[in-house]
């Protein structure tokens, strides 16, 4: 990315944190009128289909079938009315027994509609969203999908913000502001995750050079079609009145539907069309593209319904949109979506998984704590009843964490990768047959065929120690024949009789996994398995079951050398075969 790109995403970043910021420690000021309402087929009023008790419109003596006439009123009046404060007086034309007439009200706040989705949690999310951004833009390596990201993950991060902060500025001028400042956030979005599910995997489909072609100008004529909706209001132009930027509006949904299946339509092409090298993250990233744009779908159904006032389902769409987007920055750190050119710890891998899990466990508890409410009343909410609820929420997450973890990593690659499953399970079938192979030769021989077969390295070796040195007894025509025992990677083997993934850099055998043949503390040799052919890294699982088949090996080596009367092992030199 060219320097200019990096600071707009890392400038971009920053101000989403700040406005968020904002928003974390204002209230929700976004005003209550108290009525459902469609629109009539002229679409430039609308008819109240229900007027909730006790709310402002009841009190105001509005009443269903009362006719609303917002594209009456003038611009400015209608902007005001959609970005209304709580307690603020605001003026609605309604038709009342064939009449018209202004109704004043006082907007009443929302007693219990602080959506979760603008709490602590969603902050992480939204904090996750900037920092990963950043750390792309700055450490990214490759094309352009890079960028792409990278703008994707900041504008997530405008996007959400810009929609908080609707609900709490402090006037309406603000308000108005930063609802187009959404409704640009929202395009851009949009428009990044078109490119993105175009442009990654590097593997060119019909559909997808299509969506390339076209989201420029589509993304473009749906910011113009949804700004010039809201300042000219007339039938013969835009097909509607304003159905409140807050609220969005029917044709927004329209088009936001149309976009949304053009983006799922894409992420699927992606996956079908991914090659062996890319078929990891791209599995990862468009599935959570597709998973994050599912409730989405749901909320622009409900809302081309004509449904203007919130209900618990669309307080949570933000929440559902946001943590299946944790998918791509997991497979940013785990699977090499992007080649950020630095070591991410595996702390690192942990705690960006963790998140999703934490997440869970807070809705969980926010969903009981109102079914404890509704059974027992606020107060027991409030009293000893509720506080042993958090605090077992809290002990169940403290001491399940690591394990749901791995439940939830290996289930998941269970579902998506059962091949690597069938290959595990083979492995884990040979590493119990070593001990019954009589010849050295064979052992070997049928181990490097096994790997070769039931790993997705790029390359696969046995290595065994021979005099001061290790040499290679089966190995492709690449790799260097031996390697002495001062080299780098072998005093770390020795030293430490783990597997050891070597770091990237110039050794000969860079990004590959080796792994131990030790018996009774002595380094016999090791199996190579080179970096992965989709560029990810070898999970824990593999690992482990690579590591069992490593000492297998060594021990039924050990074995067949000692029976065989050669030359004592405890010499540290065995005698090979040819």
Known sequence: MRLAYRLAVVGISLAAILLASYDLASPYRVGMVGVDEVY??????????????????????????????????PLWSRLAFYARRADQRVTLLIQHDGEWHHVTLTAAPYLRLRPIEQGPLAYAILLAFAIMATLI?????????????????????????????????????????????????WALVLYCELLFVALFPP???????????????????????????????????????????????????????????????????????????????????????????????????????????????????????????????????????????????????????????????????????????????????????????????????????????????RYLNRIFFAGREASLARLRQFAQETDVITNIGDLFRLTYETLDANTEGTYTAVYVLDGDRYRARCKPDALAATFGMNDAAMVRLRRWNEPYEVERGSHHLSEALLLPMTVRG?????????????????????????ATVARRVG????????????????????????
């Open 555 to 578: 021990a039924a080596y050990e074995f067949i050398s000692r029976e065989g009367a050669l030359t004592p092992v405890r010499t540290m030199t065995v005698q090979v075969e040819g």
């Open 522 to 546: 002595l380094l016999l040799g090791f199996l190579c398995c080179g970096p992965k052919r989709e560029r990810t890294k070898y999970s824990r699982e593999e690992i482990d079951v690579l």
């Open 137 to 185: 833009a700055l450490r990214g390596q490759g094309a352009n999908e890079v960028g792409i990201l990278a703008f994707l993950l900041a504008f997530c991060a405008l996007e959400r913000s810009a929609d908080w902060y609707i609900s709490t500025a402090p006037s309406t001028s603000l308000a108005l502001a930063a609802t187009f400042l959404d409704v640009v956030a």
């Open 40 to 73: 009539l087929p002229t679409e430039l009023d609308v008819r109240i289909t229900n007027v909730y008790p006790n709310s402002p419109a009841a009190r105001a003596g509005l009443r269903t079938g009362d006719i609303g006439g917002e594209g009456r009123e």
């Open 203 to 409: 593997v060119p489909s019909p559909l997808r050079r299509a969506i390339r072609r076209i989201a420029a100008p589509l993304m473009l004529a749906a910011t113009l079609f949804i700004v010039g909706y809201a300042l000219v209001p007339t039938a013969t132009l835009f097909a509607g009145i304003l159905n409140g930027i807050l609220d969005w509006g029917t044709p927004m949904e329209l088009v936001q539907v149309v976009v949304y299946l053009l983006l799922v339509a894409g992420a699927v092409d992606a996956i079908a069309h991914a090659d062996t090298a890319h078929r990891v993250q791209t599995r990862w990233a468009a599935s959570a593209i597709i998973v994050s744009t599912l409730p989405l779908l749901a909320r622009s159904a409900y809302l081309a319904g004509g449904q203007i006032n919130p209900t618990p389902f669309i307080t949570w769409v933000t929440l559902l949109s946001d943590v299946p987007l944790l998918a791509i920055m997991y497979a940013v750190l785990r699977h090499r979506l992007v080649d950020l050119g630095v070591l991410i710890s595996r702390a690192a891998i942990f705690t960006t998984v963790s998140v999703s899990i934490v997440a869970l466990f807070i809705i969980a508890e926010w969903i009981g704590g109102n079914i404890l409410a509704s059974a027992l009343g606020e107060s027991a909410r409030r009293g000893p009843a509720g506080e042993a609820y958090l605090a077992g929420v809290a002990l169940v997450l403290g001491f399940s964490v690591r394990s749901i973890h791995s439940f939830t990593e």
